[in-house]
């Protein structure tokens, strides 16, 4: 059984730090793709950041230089770490495991945890 699970996230104020972990039992984690995607209110959910399973990483703009994406293929978890938080990174932040072969497309969810920037 997959399994994607969230964890780190919380209330921070507006320039705080945080790091999320995203964790994957039940694949061959080096096979897949890892993104972070957020979904605010009434938004539609959105690629935050994503990274291949050979380290190639891509990130929204409105995240670029802010947030920084990594995986640890040993420990089968992949990591947000998120700087200079702002109140429009509020969200419910989902982490996904994709791999795409010529015939399927493998594609998991965590539940999210939620992240609230505010004063």
């Known amino acids: 059984q997959v399994q994607v699970v969230e964890s780190g996230g919380g209330l921070v104020q507006p320039g705080g730090s945080l790091r999320l972990s995203c964790g994957a039992s039940?694949?061959?984690?080096?096979?897949?793709?890892m993104g972070w995607y957020r979904q605010a209110p009434g938004k539609q959910r959105e690629l935050v950041a994503g990274?291949?399973?050979?380290?190639?990483?891509n990130y929204a703009e409105s995240v670029k230089g802010r947030f920084t994406i990594s995986r640890d293929n040993a420990k089968f978890t992949v990591y947000l770490q998120m700087n200079s938080l702002k109140p429009e990174d509020t969200a419910v932040y989902y982490c996904?495991?994709?791999?795409?072969?010529?015939?399927?497309?493998?594609?998991?969810w965590g539940q999210g945890t939620q992240v609230t920037v505010s004063s």
């Open positions: 996904n495991a994709v791999r795409v072969t010529s015939s399927y497309k493998y594609d998991y």
């Open positions: 039940g694949i061959i984690f080096s096979n897949y793709a």
């Open positions: 990274i291949t399973g050979g380290g190639t990483t």
